[in-house]
C-alpha cells in the first residue's frame, strides 16, 4: 500500500466518520444542537474538500495508484453514507432518498467491481452525471446537517432540495451506467 499525501487525506476522510456520527451521541449539556450542527457541517464540508484536494493532488504529483483509485470511492460513499444515516435519524432527510442513494452506490460499486474483474471497466467509467450527482450530494449533506439560517440563507430549504436533485440524479446515472453495462452483461451471463 502506498502512503502519500493523497492517501493520507483519503484516510482521513474515513477516520472523521466516527467524529462526524460522534457528536450526534454527545449529550446536549456538552455541545447544544446548534453547535452540533454547524460542527457536523463544517466537518463533513471540510471531508468533501479532501476528496477533492486528494485527487487534484494525486494527478498534480503523479501519485496515482490503484489502491487511491480503490480507496478514494470507498471514503466517498461511507462518508456519505454515515451523514445521511445520522439525517436520516434526525429526520431531516425522507427514508425513500437515503435508500435510493445508498442503494445506488452500492449497486454501482458493485458493478464497477466486476466490469474490473471481466476488463470492461471502461464502459462504466465516471461520466458527469455522477459528477453533478456527488456537487448536489456535497452541498445538499453540510446544509441539512446545518439546518438552520445564516446570513438569510435557509441552508434546510436548499439542503431539502438539493437532495431530491441529488437522488433524481442517482437514479438517472444508475440506469445510464447499468445500460452502457448491459451489453457486456448480457454477452458475459450468456456464455455461461
Known sequence: MPLNIPIILTWLRIAMIPLLIGLYYLPESWMSVPVRDTTASLAFIFAALTDWFDG???RRWNQTSSFGAFLDPVAD????S?????????DRVDVMIALVIIGREITISALREWMA??????SVAVHWLGKFKTAAQMIAIPCLLYDDTL???PFAQIGRVLIVIAAILTVWSMLYYLRRAMPVIREKTSKT
Open 56 to 58: 487534484w493532488l494525486a
Open 77 to 80: 460513499k461511507l462518508m456519505v
Open 82 to 90: 454515515a451523514a445521511l444515516l445520522v439525517l436520516l435519524n434526525l
Open 117 to 122: 474483474q471481466i476488463g470492461a471497466s471502461a
Open 151 to 153: 446570513l438569510g440563507m
